[in-house]
């Protein structure tokens, strides 16, 4: 069974570490990324999500959200999976949208990636 709670590292080595998971699938966490829209170095920020408890044989799957905290205008959401291959090496995969804050209607367009 793949476990959410800890640190994690990904490819741009970025960490996130997540609290315990709750019995209803919720959870904290601190996300210190090492991407910024500002280029501006950042500060540790604020993640909360939840965790779908898999089917019997499955893997669990996530979502959750990141407010980038006093660095950026921008909030990111992010959802996955968890997996373990058969060497007990736990894998997230995750998509994200991360919406950045424009000053008009007119520029919605350029506001997610």
């Known amino acids: ?21 709750r019995d209803d699938g919720v959870f904290q966490g601190k996300y210190l990324t090492q991407v910024t829209l500002a280029g501006v170095c950042a500060r540790a920020s604020p993640l909360t999500g939840t965790q779908q408890q898999p089917g019997e044989g499955g893997w669990p799957t996530f979502a959750f959200t990141v407010h980038w905290d006093k660095f950026s205008n921008a909030t990111a959401a992010f959802a996955g999976q968890c997996f373990v291959d058969t060497g007990g090496k ?11 804050a424009v000053g008009s209607l007119e520029e919605d367009w350029k506001a997610t990636r």
């Not at 069974?1 to 998971?21: P, R, T």
């Not at 736990?90 to 950045?100: I, K, Q």
């Open 1 to 21: 069974q793949c476990q959410l709670s800890g640190l994690w590292k990904n490819e741009q080595d970025s960490l996130m570490e997540i609290s315990a998971v």
């Open 90 to 100: 736990e894998t997230l995969t995750t998509m994200w949208l991360l919406r950045e």
